[in-house]
DNA sequence: AAGTCACCCAACCGCGTCTCT
DNA sequence: TAGAGACGCGGTTGGGTGACT
């Protein structure tokens, strides 16, 4: 990061009400240092006295932005798991495009970070399934298809010291509804649809896996319309 | 090796809400 | 109560990078 961090940005021509350059773009990495100096020795808020008072050539919100999603101690950098995954598909389902208050359930993941991650991955799923991802279809698919993978995915790889979010029942104020989830695979039979059916061993759910850019290949998505003719 | 493409993500922008005077 | 400034949220953009040809 740093190496594209201390490039001058292009879009950098801006000025405050004082008629002070104000820079744009990517943080150098001695931005960085100052604004964490400034705010361990005088804590964060009031962002647009701060950012003056720091002597950084930025904005408030451009200081508040790069402290909150990047440079606060205990953000989580990395993968989502497919836990946190799990929980953003299921709190999306059930409050929309509220990206911070389903930050809020996730320690360590920003706002930025889920919404980026709702974007390039699950949206580029609705998209080659033509759906929007909003619809009652795709949201379908991914609550009888995506997150008991999801669950499955979790199960394989549950260990003492893998990260769990908001997931156990006293923390997590929404077990009900993944319980309901974790039924979702008597749904899946219900719809007289077997697992090997859709190829879920080769299936590629977050990227990682063997040579498949996309997780709805025309198989899968034929085993959708499927799924798609008996909800109807 | 060079060019092109697609993806990812950091950062910006606009706007609505909150807080203070 | 109204106005101004600060803050926070969601949408969008653009640059870096790796994959592919």
């Known amino acids: 990061m740093s190496s594209s961090k201390d490039k001058i940005p292009k879009r950098c021509s801006k000025f405050d009400e004082d008629g002070n350059e104000l820079r744009r773009g990517p943080w150098t990495l001695e931005e960085d240092n100052v604004l964490i100096g400034h705010i361990s020795s005088h804590g964060e808020g009031q962002w647009n006295s701060l950012a003056k008072s720091a002597g950084l050539k930025r904005t408030g919100k451009s200081c508040r932005l790069r402290w909150l999603n990047y440079l606060k101690p ?29 930050a809020e359930q996730l320690p360590g993941r920003t706002d930025n970070e889920i919404k980026n991650y709702w974007r390039t991955r699950v949206q580029k799923q609705a998209r080659q399934l033509k759906l929007d991802c909003n619809s009652t279809k795709f949201l379908e698919a991914v609550r009888l298809y995506w997150m008991p993978r999801l669950l499955e995915k979790m199960e394989q790889h549950k260990s003492p010291s893998s990260q769990t979010p908001n997931l156990a029942p006293s923390h997590n104020p929404f077990l009900p509804d993944m319980e309901i989830i974790s039924t979702s695979h008597l749904s899946f039979d219900g719809y007289g649809m077997q697992e090997s059916d859709c190829h879920a061993a080769d299936v590629d759910w977050f990227g990682e896996e063997i040579g498949m850019t996309s997780f709805w290949n025309s198989d899968e998505l034929w085993q959708f319309r499927k799924v798609d003719q008996c909800v109807d």
């Open 74 to 102: 205990d953000i989580k950098r990395g993968n989502l798991s497919p836990q946190e995954q799990l929980l953003i598909l299921e709190l999306h389902s059930r409050w929309g495009n509220r990206w911070s208050k389903i």
